[in-house]
């Protein structure tokens, strides 16, 4: 359901509350009931403001990417290098999940929605295209030989990263490194 009017203070407060609560307990397993209560609003306010839970939950993943892009583009942004441009969304990862221990909101949303024609499953698949396109623009911008074949390599591995992030090992560190190497083995030799 695409919104166009300003988001009012009880519009924030239920997006608020179903973020909390379908990243922490899942999309599934919260319903409109709770999120009403634990926004402090109405049902009837919810509906009238989203529409339906399936419009919630877009609305949901749409801001989380929103600042997930927005935190990427600014990682991008902050290096002159281009081949260090390549990996900046591993860097970029790293402050995401000081925040976010439950791993990927969008990989739980494609697992939780396997409809593709749910619009929330939409944005989820919508935000890993988007990442691997731009990894394929920053290595082509790089001189990088292959450059989709290493975005795809660099897409798998930031979301191993994301998937492994609920367990008690660091692979984030590892995994920015392998990133590095494979972005300088296939960059121009700049010697």
């Not at 000081?98 to 939780?112: D, K, P, Q, S, V």
Request: aromatic letters at 6%; proline letters at 5%.
């Amino acid at each position: 359901m695409e919104n166009t009017r300003p988001m009012t203070a009880a519009g924030r407060r239920i997006l608020a509350a179903a973020e909390e609560l379908f990243y922490t307990r899942g999309i599934t397993a919260v319903g409109v009931d709770l999120i009403a209560e634990r926004s402090g609003v109405t049902k009837r306010t919810l509906y009238n403001r989203f529409g339906s839970k399936d419009h919630l939950v877009a609305a949901y993943l749409t801001e989380r990417d929103r600042r997930w892009r927005a935190l990427v583009l600014a990682a991008v942004d902050a290096r002159t290098d281009p081949v260090d441009k390549v990996t900046a969304p591993f860097d970029a990862l790293r402050t995401w999940s000081a925040g976010n221990t439950r791993g990927c909101a969008f990989i739980n949303a494609l697992a939780e929605l396997p409809d593709p024609s749910h619009p929330a499953h939409r944005i989820a698949a919508d935000q890993k295209l988007w990442l691997r396109t731009l990894f394929e623009e920053l290595a082509t911008t790089a001189g990088c030989r292959e450059p989709a074949t290493l975005a795809t390599r660099l897409l798998v591995l930031h979301e191993g990263t994301l998937a492994t992030q609920p367990l008690p090992l660091d692979t984030l560190s590892g995994s920015a490194d392998l990133a590095r190497a494979l972005v300088r083995s296939g960059a121009p030799d700049t010697r």
